[in-house]
């Protein structure tokens, strides 16, 4: 069975950055295009960016010019590379291929 387990995240100070990982213990990043989302207590689940399987990238306008995603096919692996990080940046953060979620990290922007 497929998994997704996702890595990275912690306790930043605003202005700060963090890097996100999503490893994938199949080939599953090699047929889809791979989300990362967040959500808040009480919120729906926001999409965050995407990578599609040829390396086309789409963001959400809140974390354009600040958040970059990117692939090691190799590895088998996504990132998510977080920098000016503010407060309402913090949630947790989930990874998405296909019709599989990863269990979630949680990512707190405070000082």
């Known amino acids: 069975q497929v998994q997704l387990v996702e890595s990275g995240g912690g306790l930043v100070q605003p202005g700060g950055s963090l890097r996100l990982s999503c490893a994938a213990s199949g080939l599953i990043f090699r047929i889809n295009a791979v989300d990362w989302y967040r959500q808040v207590p009480g919120r729906e689940r926001e999409l965050v960016a995407r990578i599609t399987t040829l390396g086309g990238t789409n963001y959400a306008d809140s974390v354009k010019g600040r958040f970059t995603i990117s692939r090691d096919n190799a590895k088998n692996t996504v990132y998510l590379q977080m920098n000016s990080l503010k407060p309402e940046d913090t949630a947790v953060y989930y990874c998405?291929?296909?019709?599989?979620w990863g269990q979630g990290t949680q990512v707190t922007v405070s000082s």
């Open positions: 998405h291929a296909g019709v599989i």
